[in-house]
């Protein structure tokens, strides 16, 4: 499950997979408001973390 309270993480197997960065909420919201159950795999997730803050924060 997606969490978009400052940073990106997933349950996969029983497993929670964080990203590495701290992200920003909007673009968090914005990428996952039309996934109401916000099913996504772990590396989709991360690699979505990452492009939130390459474009915010200019960095990974």
Do not use: T
Request: net charge positive.
């Amino acid at each position: 499950m997606l969490i978009c309270d400052g940073v990106i993480s997933v349950m996969f197997e029983g497993v929670r997979f964080w990203s590495d960065v701290e992200q920003d909420k909007h673009c968090c919201e914005k990428k996952y408001s039309g996934n109401p159950k916000n099913h996504v795999d772990p590396l989709v997730a991360i690699k979505v973390a990452r492009g939130c803050a390459r474009s915010r924060y200019g960095f990974l």
